[in-house]
């Protein structure tokens, strides 16, 4: 598999302006939660899936973003997995396949389901490369010092090497070829990879073999180094949401980067580019911040470089619980204010416990309040 230039893909298609809608109808709306299995037992059990996915639809969810990549594994039974790894799912759900009793108890109450591979190129957390670069030691990202390529605690494949290419698109497309899915969500890595990488001898060589043999700058934030290597990224986005397409044109491409610049500058997250280019249905930038005003701040710096209308659709994600961390009611229904005032028709939270933490306190005041009655079909 070879690394492809940039190429334009073409757009999703919109509905044609000026159609009228019913009198009164309500806009669509985007309304989703992130469910991963730390922090969460919910994927532990089929009851448990299916009670989360009555208590989603009860309080007028409809998409669900549910893991199935993280610390090197799948929660589905992959044949790629087993075939490079001998490890098809993740062995706490050995036995089992949670992804599909998501599926079935979610479209049960009409709720979306867009599976979320969380970890992307990175192969584990606090863990030297864990499984997955103990048996493919050539897959690992390497900083200047030639150190595996390790950021706030995650260690990294290299994105730009054809095998890891193949393995990520390889995990994606089995899913959509597989699955009753209604779409595929890379996040804040995937694609992406720290700025701080690069340094392996094969992003080397194939740097030098385009740049007359000139080394790759010692700098990792050297303007030229920096779009390089984004570019790379942004073909391979390019390339995969046309595979995925090529399964089924209408499943959905989401994508869930960090705030730009930040994402372009620390993990090479070119994401309007992405917009501009055609290949995202759905971007859900990560607007994680603590309090209102840091939040209204970086939702602003968000619109300015993609505004609500722009080509792919935008919704912000919104954190509304990480480690004991909760969300302020008065902060949350703030926020959702804020977004349709700027004109976003949705949001996605992170993450689904948020919503059941003190007897259901945040899902019952969205039910109360912003999402009282039930969205139009997303």
């Known amino acids: 598999m070879r690394p492809l230039p940039l190429l334009l893909c073409l757009t999703l298609l919109l509905p044609a302006a000026g159609l009228e809608q019913e009198p009164q109808a309500p806009p669509p709306e985007l309304r989703g939660v ?22 989603l639809a009860a309080h007028h969810f409809n998409v669900v973003f549910p893991v199935v990549w993280n610390q090197g594994y799948t929660l589905y039974p992959s044949a790629i997995m087993d075939s490079l790894f001998g490890i098809p799912i993740d062995p706490a759900h050995r036995g089992r396949d949670p992804l599909a009793e998501l599926i079935e108890e979610a479209h049960r109450h009409g709720l979306k389901v867009i599976p979320w591979f969380e970890y992307g190129f990175s192969s584990s957390h606090r863990a030297q490369g864990g499984h997955l ?33 193949e393995f990520l698109a390889g995990l994606v497309l089995e899913v959509a ?19 701080e990488g ?10 030098r073999s385009r740049h007359e043999d000139a080394a790759p700058p010692a700098d990792h934030r050297d303007p030229e180094w920096l779009r390089w290597r984004a570019d790379l990224l942004n073909a391979f986005a390019c390339r995969l949401y046309r595979q995925v397409k090529a399964v089924d044109s209408t499943l959905i491409v989401s994508w869930s ?36 005003e840091a939040y209204r701040s970086a939702l602003l710096e968000t619109r300015a470089v993609a505004p609500p209308e722009a080509g ?31 004109g976003y028709r949705g949001e996605v939270f992170f993450f689904y416990e948020g919503l059941r933490k003190q007897g259901g306190k945040l899902a019952r005041l969205l039910l109360e309040g912003p999402y009282r009655e039930p969205a139009r079909p997303f």
Request: avoid cysteine; proline fraction near 7%.
């Open 177 to 195: 070829a597989r699955y009753d899915v209604d779409g595929i969500q890379g996040d804040d890595r995937l694609p992406a990879q720290p700025s």
């Open 312 to 342: 792919g659709r935008i919704y912000p994600g919104i954190l509304i619980k990480l480690g004991k961390y909760l969300i302020d009611p008065d902060y949350l229904l703030e926020a959702i204010r804020l977004n349709r005032e700027l």
């Open 34 to 55: 992130w469910l991963t299995d730390v922090d969460s037992k919910v994927l532990f059990s089929r009851k448990r899936i299916a009670e989360a996915m009555t208590f």
């Open 133 to 165: 670069l103990a048996a493919k030691p050539h897959w690992a990202a390497r900083d200047r010092a030639g150190k595996l390529l390790t950021k706030n605690g995650f260690e990294w494949m290299n994105p730009y090497h054809p095998e890891v290419q």
């Open 257 to 292: 980067p960090s705030i730009y610049p930040f994402s372009y500058e620390e993990y090479l997250q070119d994401w309007p580019a992405w917009i501009k280019g055609g290949y995202a249905d759905l971007v859900l930038p990560q607007v994680y911040r603590y309090d209102l």
């Open 198 to 207: 690069g340094y392996e001898s094969y992003t080397d060589s194939l740097y």
